[in-house]
Nanobody
Framework: QVQLVESGGGLVHTGGSLRLSCAAS????????IGWFRQAPGKEREAVSC????????YYSYSAMGRFTISKDNAKNTVYLQMNSLRPEDTAVYYC?????????????????WGQGTQVTVSS
């Protein structure tokens, strides 16, 4: 069964850090580009960052650039999102999903069902 499971969310204060994990089962991550997306209350889901399955290329949204780092461990079949200098506006449910490429790191490029996500809450 092909599945991606998000974890690592939590409650932190402004300026804090969290590392999210996206564990894959049923397929090898090194064959797929993976993206992190988020949806805040009352807002549309948006792309945060993506990483290539082949050459390690990455994409970051404007809000994530310089604060978040996406990485992957092929041996553990897991993609990570290290989030530093968190702000209250980063509060959202974070999801991971396969995307066609880092050039297509957008919500409408995700065709698989969304997982449960992991809640990130940043208090001011």
């Amino acid at each position: 069964q092909v599945q991606l499971v998000e974890s690592g969310g939590g409650l932190v204060h402004t300026g804090g850090s969290l590392r999210l994990s996206c564990a894959a089962s049923g397929f090898a991550l090194n064959n797929y580009a993976i993206g992190w997306f988020r949806q805040a209350p009352g807002k549309e889901r948006e792309a945060v960052s993506c990483i290539s399955g082949t050459d390690g290329g990455t994409y970051y949204s404007y809000s994530a650039m310089g604060r978040f780092t996406i990485s992957k461990d092929n041996a553990k079949n897991t993609v990570y999102l290290q989030m530093n200098s968190l702000r209250p506006e980063d509060t959202a449910v974070y999801y991971c999903a396969t995307v066609p490429s880092t050039e297509l790191c957008v919500v409408h490029a995700v065709h698989d069902p969304w997982g449960q996500g992991t809640q990130v809450t940043v208090s001011s």
